[in-house]
C-alpha cells in the first residue's frame, strides 16, 4: 500500500504532529514500507496453526494457596518512615 504525502500529512494533523516537508516524505516511504509487510502477512496461509498467546511454551507451576502473613512484617515497617501499632503512621490529610 502507497501512502502520499496528503494522507501522511492528514495523519500527522489528526496525531497533532507537527511535520516537516522533508519528514512528510520520509514518512511516507517509512509507513507505506511498514503496511506493504503487513500486506505480505496477510497473504501467509495460517489454516492449519492453532492459535496461540504466545510463542514459547512456558507453564506457571502450580503451588498450594495458603494463606499467610508473610513473616516480614518488621522488614516492612523498618521502611516506614513512622509506624504506630504495627501498621505505617501517616500525616491526617482530611480534616
Known amino acids: 500500500m502507497k501512502l502520499d504525502e496528503k494522507t501522511i ?31 505480505e502477512l496477510k497473504q501467509v496461509n495460517t489454516d492449519n496453526v492453532p492459535p496461540m498467546a504466545g510463542v514459547g511454551n512456558n507453564t506457571l507451576r502450580a503451588r498450594a494457596d495458603k494463606i499467610t502473613d508473610g513473616g516480614i512484617r518488621e522488614d516492612v515497617l523498618a521502611n516506614a518512615p513512622k509506624a504506630e501499632f504495627d501498621c505505617f503512621a501517616v500525616p491526617k490529610v482530611i480534616e
Open 9 to 39: 500529512r492528514k495523519i500527522a494533523k489528526l496525531a497533532r504532529i507537527r511535520v516537516t516537508d522533508s519528514e512528510v516524505a520520509s514518512y511516507a516511504t517509512e509507513l507505506s514500507n511498514i503496511l506493504s509487510l503487513a500486506e
